[in-house]
């Protein structure tokens, strides 16, 4: 098993692999994205409560999910980097963290536009929405950290401990709509054999959780394999592979 993720965390084979599927995740998240689009805005009824209100919902769900899902990839990848001390792993979660701290603000903001009109308030304390700006703040935590320690093996420890500390919050964002009383909806198409949403409205929902997944694909590519060039510009194959680009 060592050997296959030796293997597997190859930098040079990463970054080729990676250049390769970037510019078909961007192309094909983008049609996703506009088509969840232009079906939640267009074809989507109203919603008999919220009226069309509601369709801010096609980018704050996507948005909130990412934001904890990034978060779990990179306490995987810390995980990963601590035990076995692979590079590539450290690279990945070094990576997800810029990336999933915009999700989490977008998914803060998109919040916060959705709440006014339907809460009569931009914020409130409310248990899901501090649990997940607690989560903005150990993402800029990780990244503050990370760039605060000069040296990059203490650097990628350090930040490995905090995010695995920080999975903590990871349940209680999730659970804190059934934990505590709050303002915020309870799941919606977590509940896939019965998801309290309507199909139509569903299914644009779906396409643009595919669109947003394949998009943030490519965005990790660019940035893994720019941090991949980064770390590696003194190896022989990075040397090779900027003459090439400049002859």
């Known amino acids: 098993m060592i050997k296959m993720l030796v293997s597997l965390g190859s930098l040079r084979r990463c970054y080729h692999f990676l250049g390769s599927i970037a510019p078909w995740s961007m192309l094909l998240g983008l049609v996703a994205i ?39 990839g990179m306490s995987i990848c810390s995980m990963v980097y601590l035990i076995w001390r692979i590079k590539l792993a450290d690279i990945i979660a070094f990576s997800l963290a810029p990336v999933g701290a915009f999700f989490t603000f977008a998914a803060l903001v998109t919040g916060a536009i959705w709440g006014k009109p339907m809460w009569g308030t931009w914020w409130i304390w409310d248990a899901r929405l501090t649990s997940e700006l607690i989560l903005l703040f150990l993402y800029l935590g990780y990244i503050g950290l990370y760039n605060a320690i000069g040296q990059k093996r203490q650097a990628a420890k350090a930040c490995a401990i905090l995010s695995l500390i920080g999975i903590v919050d990871i349940p209680i964002i999730h659970y804190s709509v059934y934990w505590w009383n709050t303002l915020h909806q309870g799941a919606t198409i977590s509940k896939f054999s019965a998801p309290s949403i309507e199909k139509s409205m569903l299914i644009p929902l779906l396409w643009m959780l595919g669109g947003f997944a394949l998009y943030l694909v490519a965005l990790l590519s660019v940035r893994i394999r720019t941090e991949i060039l980064k770390r590696e510009q003194a190896n022989q194959w990075v040397s090779a592979l900027f003459k090439k680009i400049n002859s």
Do not use: N
């Open 34 to 72: 506009a088509y969840g689009t232009l079906q939640g805005l267009f074809v989507a009824p109203s919603d008999y409560l919220q009226g069309h209100g509601f369709r801010i919902i096609y980018v704050h769900v996507p948005c909130a999910f990412f934001s904890m899902a990034i978060y779990i």
